[in-house]
């Protein structure tokens, strides 16, 4: 496991608002929170956007959808899978974490709750395992989304150069 999976000293949080995130909004608040020094790793989480109709006389053809979006954070493009319900992250330390709630109080107009927590796995879970298999990223440690494939890529890193290998 690598040090910044294992380090006690990191904190984990969740900002939780009392609404979903419109992607417009989600996108700025992410690329805010990227900006900052000592984020570990982060992911959104929320529920699940079809992308197909799943039953009808419209069955197979694809959902046209106000939040299924693509969003540019820290110069790359995603393509929004989930409505933006809560964004979990791994910090470095309690410094990082004041920094985040600025981040959250400037940009959300809306009231949400700051936890801290355990929110992400540090050791590897059998959905872990049954993905990646035994020699796993430490890093990619419950990111994965049970319910996804391998070829959709359910995980972007926003910033390979800083990983350790």
């Known amino acids: ?36 020094e000592g984020i570990i790793r982060l992911f959104v989480h929320g529920p699940r956007l079809p992308q197909t109709v799943p039953y009808g006389p419209a069955k197979g053809l694809p959902v046209q959808h106000s939040g299924n979006k ?61 993905k990646r298999g035994a020699g796993a990223d430490p890093m990619m440690i419950g990111m994965t989304d049970p319910k996804g494939k391998l070829k959709d890529n359910p995980v972007c890193i926003l910033k390979p150069g800083n990983r350790e290998e």
């Open 1 to 36: 496991m690598s040090e910044a999976c294992s380090d006690v000293n990191n904190v984990q949080l969740e900002i939780f608002p009392s609404r979903l995130l419109k992607p417009e909004t989600a996108q700025s608040l992410l690329n805010e929170i990227a900006d900052l």
């Open 70 to 130: 693509i969003i540019e954070v820290a110069g790359q493009t995603i393509e929004l899978a989930v409505y933006v319900g809560s964004i979990r992250m791994e910090v470095a330390d309690v410094n990082v974490k004041e920094q985040v709630r600025e981040v959250c109080e400037s940009i959300l107009s809306i009231p949400f709750e700051f936890r801290e927590g355990h929110f992400i796995p540090t050791r590897q879970t059998v959905t872990d395992y049954a």
